[in-house]
């Protein structure tokens, strides 16, 4: 952790709404003129899309070790501790990025399915926005989480996570169902053992509950909308959190908790919006008294 240059990370599988939380930061980064340095968690992938596809042929056969994106195997866990470590420090760093799609292959100059170079950071940003599936990974030997000033988790019930992944890779990369739980099945070791360990350890969790039917998830056909679903933030430190102004700005909202407030599913990103944007400005002002 640093006050010259802090560090945001939002945790939290794919499909799991770290779009909407990316879209929230980016309306406040923009709104406040900050300059954040992005780092995306795919481009701390260990492997491209075509060895890491091999190595779990390689596993499924019993040639080599189980591996998944959600453990250390597939990611350099320690490389980002570093570089969030020489940030948290200095204000420096380097980074590349995964190539997804042919749009990104065009826009970036390579393959979908591999990484660009690694580059020094733009020098001057005022933090580091870092999103992807370890921002909060601790381990005997790494930890991530220590360098982090804000951590949020975003993740949905664990049923719910399972439908938009199904819907996701069947629709839009044309696996079979049976594939897709085959995925899920491998990775669940790995989920249960490095990924939600994480969730504990933020210091805000959004976590989405539908509110129809998804007890069967392997026979929805449809992802539950924003309006069939509401969101349960969690608070790990409440004090100096203003729940009064929060409950009035967001309708039909409610406290579960001393430390949980529901909101309405399509109001996650206005909550968003409310709550960290005075955290934010809080980091930027501790930033400006370091220097």
Same mark, same amino acid.
Request: some cysteine; overall charge neutral.
């Given at each position: 952790?640093?006050?010259?240059?802090?560090?945001?990370?939002?945790?939290?599988?794919?499909?799991?709404?770290?779009?909407?939380?990316?879209?929230? #930061?980016?309306?406040?980064?923009?709104?406040?003129?900050? /300059?954040?340095?992005?780092?995306?968690?795919?481009? #701390?992938?260990?492997?491209?899309r075509t060895e890491?596809?091999?190595?779990?042929?390689?596993?499924?056969? *019993?040639?080599?070790?189980?591996?998944?994106? #959600?453990?250390?195997?597939?990611?350099?866990?320690?490389?980002?501790?570093?570089?969030?470590?020489?940030?948290?420090?200095?204000?420096? *760093?380097?980074?590349?990025?995964?190539?997804? /799609?042919?749009?990104?292959?065009?826009?970036?100059?390579?393959?979908? *399915?591999?990484?660009?170079?690694?580059?020094?950071?733009?020098?001057?940003?005022?933090?580091?926005?870092?999103?992807?599936?370890?921002?909060?990974?601790?381990?005997?030997?790494?930890?991530?989480?220590?360098?982090?000033?804000?951590?949020?988790?975003?993740?949905?019930?664990?049923?719910?996570?399972?439908?938009?992944?199904?819907?996701?890779?069947?629709?839009?990369?044309?696996?079979?169902?049976?594939?897709?739980? /085959?995925?899920?099945?491998?990775?669940?070791?790995?989920?249960?053992?490095?990924?939600?360990?994480?969730?504990?350890?933020?210091?805000?969790?959004?976590?989405?509950?539908?509110?129809?039917?998804?007890?069967?998830?392997?026979?929805?056909?449809?992802?539950?909308?924003?309006?069939?679903?509401?969101?349960?933030?969690?608070?790990?430190?409440?004090?100096?959190? /203003?729940?009064?102004?929060?409950?009035?700005?967001?309708?039909?909202?409610?406290?579960?908790?001393?430390?949980?407030?529901?909101?309405?599913?399509?109001?996650?990103?206005?909550?968003?919006?409310?709550?960290?944007?005075?955290?934010?400005?809080?980091?930027?002002?501790?930033?400006?008294?370091?220097h």
């Open positions: 952790m640093s006050q010259r240059h802090p560090i945001i990370a939002v945790t939290g599988s794919s499909g799991a709404g770290t779009t909407t939380v990316m879209k929230s #930061f980016a309306h406040i980064f923009r709104r406040d003129g900050i /300059d954040a340095q992005v780092i995306e968690g795919d481009s #701390f992938h260990r492997y491209g890491m596809r091999e190595r779990v042929q390689a596993a499924d056969r *019993g040639t080599g070790p189980a591996i998944s994106h #959600f453990g250390p195997e597939a990611n350099l866990l320690g490389e980002l501790a570093a570089t969030f470590a020489e940030y948290a420090g200095h204000g420096t *760093g380097k980074v590349r990025r995964y190539i997804h /799609d042919a749009a990104e292959a065009k826009e970036l100059g390579g393959e979908p *399915g591999t990484f660009t170079d690694w580059q020094a950071m733009q020098p001057g940003s005022d933090l580091l926005f870092y999103e992807g599936l370890h921002g909060g990974y601790v381990a005997d030997d790494v930890d991530v989480a220590r360098h982090v000033d804000l951590l949020v988790g975003v993740v949905p019930i664990i049923n719910l996570e399972w439908i938009q992944k199904l819907h996701r890779d069947r629709h839009q990369r044309g696996y079979s169902q049976d594939a897709v739980v /085959d995925t899920i099945l491998r990775r669940m070791p790995d989920y249960v053992n490095h990924i939600c360990p994480q969730f504990s350890r933020t210091h805000v969790n959004f976590q989405r509950v539908p509110t129809v039917d998804t007890s069967n998830p392997f026979i929805a056909r449809d992802i539950p909308s924003a309006d069939e679903s509401m969101v349960v933030i969690r608070f790990r430190d409440p004090k100096g959190i /203003d729940f009064p102004y929060l409950l009035s700005m967001l309708h039909d909202s409610w406290m579960s908790r001393p430390n949980n407030i529901v909101v309405p599913g399509g109001k996650m990103g206005l909550a968003m919006q409310l709550i960290f944007t005075p955290m934010i400005l809080r980091l930027m002002d501790l930033k400006r008294r370091a």
